[in-house]
């Protein structure tokens, strides 16, 4: 069964880099033609697309977020990543990692469980 | 951007009962739709995609229609674990959008 699992610090401080892991196991971030994505959630609020990234690379995100963000792999850890640079209070959320349906009609089949970023001071 | 906008924004309902939510496009995009459930401090949980195409996995009183611009959700023979938070989200045009989310609670 595939599962994702978020990993970051919990805690940043205003302007500081964010950066997120997420870890698959169950299955090959190489295998299919899966898109893995980002997603959260501010507390109590609804969710919001960050974006998606092929195993090839190839990103897309959402410019609404100013290119603050950055996707990448590690297809040799099993791994996709987050970046979100000079963070704000508004950034905190819950960030979610979720995988590509077997449809490909772009939505999210799989999620991991969410981890929750704050950012303060 | 495309804007998605769901109505109610919550509703009240009794088990048994059956409920339809609303999601509105603010364009066109097909049948490229999915629904999902979210319960307090968890993921997601995907119910629907491509407008009508039920998720493995999930109860047949489940159930999506539409395409273009307007879509529902509806929900027979409601039961207790119905009880929750739904989401549209498009995926016609990057970036993909999710609505605002329909608060489902006991009556």
């Known amino acids: ?121 | 951007d495309i804007q998605m906008t769901q109505s109610p924004s919550s509703v009240s309902a009794s088990v048994g009962d059956t409920v339809t939510i609303t999601c509105r496009a603010s364009q066109g995009v097909s049948n490229w739709l999915a629904w999902y459930q979210q319960k307090p401090g968890k993921a997601p949980n995907l119910l629907i995609y491509a407008a009508s195409s039920l998720q493995s996995e999930v109860p047949s009183r489940f159930s999506g229609s539409g395409s273009g611009t307007d879509f529902t959700l509806t929900i027979s023979s409601l039961q207790p674990e119905d009880f929750a938070t739904y989401y549209c989200q498009q995926a016609y045009s990057f970036p993909y959008t999710f609505g605002q989310g329909t608060k489902l609670d006991i009556k």
């Open chain 1, 1 to 121: 069964q595939l599962q994702l699992q978020e990993s970051g610090p919990g805690l940043v401080k205003p302007s500081e880099t964010l950066s997120l892991t997420c870890t698959v196991s169950g299955a090959s971030i190489t295998s299919g033609t899966y898109y893995w994505g980002w997603i959260r959630q501010p507390p109590g609020k609804g969710l919001e697309w960050i974006g998606i990234i092929y195993d090839t690379g190839r990103t897309y995100d959402n410019p609404s977020l100013k290119s603050r963000f950055t996707m990448s792999l590690d297809t040799s850890k099993n791994q996709f990543f987050l970046r979100l640079n000079i963070v704000t209070a508004a950034d905190t959320a819950i960030y979610y990692c979720a995988r590509g349906g077997e449809s490909g009609f772009g939505e999210f089949e799989f999620w991991g469980q969410g981890t929750l970023v704050s950012v303060s001071s």
